[in-house]
């Protein structure tokens, strides 16, 4: 066992193009061993592109980075041996059975499952019951386990997987995160990418990346904690009206829709909530609630 | 709230063989009211949606749709509503002039009324320098925009979304959920059909289908209470859950 | 290897398991062959024909009689006047009227030449034109049988000359067309669809992040497909065989080579489409209009290239296609050997060798 095994990755200064439209923009990071990081961002945001650089599936136009202690251009192969990849709109070989998919990946990576059985066990376990049934009639959880069982049936070091929890149900959801705690306790690294911004918090740091640039690297904690805007929950009757009330109150920083209710901050740092009830009051606002949140991932991603 | 029914649904039910897709679910939605039709991939909310826009007959079971009964009136009823999904908003190809004049075209709007539909519109999204660009070059938000701008041009009671924000960036969701709230606003009933938990927040009521029945239907505030959780996707998770 | 097999087994449950493609592999063949073979079909048989006979001589009525005893000929009238040619024509009870000269049997023995006119309904002109080589080859065998005795010869005045078809059979001209159209569609159209599949499903991603080599995805993709091919070309000779009975005079041996050869050939250019196509719906246009088309029209096997014109005459050359319906009809109805094919043999290799190197030239360890 080699103690200096390099199962990072390291990011620098990565630019990729499409028809001299920006994809990814300058882009550095690097992910620990271990880690599980996440790549959060909405559609288009160049999750995709950054994860076809790191599997080797694309060149940069500028910049270098390397997976688990090799270059993504110069050792490829090497690379292409050792990562686990689950690509966004990756749907399995939808006429052959669970266990026909999950046979050839094994075979694709010259191994059997016997042999790394070990790893996908427990997720294995929950469609061994369907093991016959062919993959195009899985559920969208069972399609997604099985997946993921296929991307790990080589013990990779490294596991990338986009988007892998788009379009499906929060069940699910919550398996699949659980799952992917489990592995990384198995000593893999994982990055993965998401829109969700609640699943943000299951890393243990995260990127916001947006029109190919990131805005914020750091543990979804202290994301959170280094916020220093006061955010106040408001609600009333009428949300739509509150929304335009909110908007045209002559104090304020920041008035959104979330949820069914409306996030507010405000530019005076010695702002009271008295007042602003007071004039939603003379808005004739009726049930009106104000209070202050704590603020999310979605919150801070608005402000920068 | 106007409580003027809009949708009222009586033991709809869709059998497709042996297996039953929808399971006799009842509910009514108000006018002006935004709707929240949840469920995850595969628990029937798709097939109870094709049945109330008319393009599925149900296998027993009512439902009118805007006064319209969905299994004889299916062609009044498509005159009624607006549809607008996340996959299929706009033709890449054409221009955004030449997409609101072809989906007006569809909706058997005049040619007067068209070009005024038209002019209009492109003055309220301020989209005069674009308006002769393909909509291929328009960033996703605006698409967005301007597919339920377009789903609107006939100015139905009732429009249709499916899954209208999933993975847009927040900004632009917000902008979408406003002008959404705007058109509840002027009494046109919302509803929406999304697996997303998050968008489900935005509603005046969601319904939670599971399995092909409906499992839940009160506003998201009621049900979180319900539940005592923070979030409805933990309600989502404490109904599956329940029923497992 | 062991990768390679894991990759085959899994083409082959694809095609089984697809009904689409079982009946495009299998039940295509049947379904065109037993087209052309029978309802398609140019070939003659009791067609009305009246006899204008201004000679009336022993002669004449011998080759009346001949006519009248082959089963592709009825003789429904005897006209007497010229005047009612047309007028037995516009009727359309006849096809065909034959005018035999005055002084047939004379001019024969004088002047050793008679002349015989073929009248035909030409608002059918395929028909038109196989009555007329049919009666044709009738005279022509009827002057070979009286010129056995006779020195110098007889001649009655026929044109055309028919060599290894002399029934004309049009099964003959079908059968290698057919097999050349099948095996187009099945090599190139299908292993471009294979390939392009994999690339809208996003699986391609995953294999290319694998350790398995791209010529391995390739080869692994075409395999099944060549092993396919050679079943369904063998199925369409034997129908040829022994539904048509259609002969095969030259080597079985060498017929099966050539039609590997072209197999690989058209495999070769479904690799090539597949590395310029990104969804499978452009590949089968690719393969629709790009090779069905140009294989049906342009190959010689429904338009005689002959009868092209000039520019689509060499356009016709690159057509791989023309080349392998040459081979065949070659081997299979005059029985040629390699010497005399060799060089469209060549021209096939050359074709195979040229949309191997672009493919591999082509073709992506990437993505871009």
Known sequence: MKLTLNMSITVQNISKSYNKIKAVETLSFAVNEGEIFGLIGPDGAGKTTLFRILTTLLFADEGTASVAGFDVVKEYKSIRNCVGYMPGKFSLYQDLSVEENLTFFATLFGTTIEENYDLIKDIYIQIEPFKTRRAGALSGGMKQKLALCCALIHKPKVLFLDEPTTGVDPVSRKEFWQMLKRLQQKGITILVSTPYMDEAALCDRIALIQKGKILKIDSPINIIEKYDKTIYDVRAKNTYQLLLDLKNHPSQYSVYAFGESIHYTDKETEFDSDTLKKYLEDKKHTEIEIQMTKPTIEDVFMDL | MNQEKIITVNNLTKEFGSFTAVNSISFDVYKGEI??????????????????????????????????????????????????????????????KENITFFGGIYGLSRAQIKEKTAQLIQELNLQDVADKLVKSLPQGWKQKLSFSVALLHEPKIVFLDEPTGGVDPITRRQFWEMIYAEAHKGTTLFVTTHYMDEAEYCDRVSIMVEGKIEALDSPKNLKQKYNVDSMNDVFLKLARNIE | MKRFIGFVTKEFYHIFRDKRTMFILFGMPMVQIMLFGFAITNEINNVNIAIFDQSKDNETQQIINKISASKYFKIVNQITHEAQIESIFRTGKVKAVLVFEKDFIQNLQNKKTAKVQVITDATDPNIANTITNYINAILQNYSQEINKNVKPVYQIQTQTQLYYNPELKSVFTFVPGVMTVILMLVSAMMTSISITREKEMGTMEVLLVSPIKPFQVVIGKVFPYIFLSIINAAIILLLGVFVFKMPIEGSLFLLALESILFIITALSLGILISTIAQSQQTAMMFSLAGLMLPVIILSGFIFPISSMPLPLQIISNIIPAKWFIIIIKAIMLKGATIHTIWKETLILIGMTILFIAISIKKYKIRLE
Do not use: R
């Open chain 2, 35 to 96: 709707f929240g039709f949840l469920g995850a991939n595969g628990a029937g909310k798709t097939t109870a949606m094709k049945m109330l826009i008319g393009i599925s007959k149900p296998t027993s079971g009512e439902a009118t749709v805007a006064g319209f009964d969905v299994k004889t009136q299916a062609e009044m009823v498509k005159k009624s509503i607006g549809y607008m999904s996340q996959k299929f908003s706009m033709y890449d190809d054409l221009t955004i």
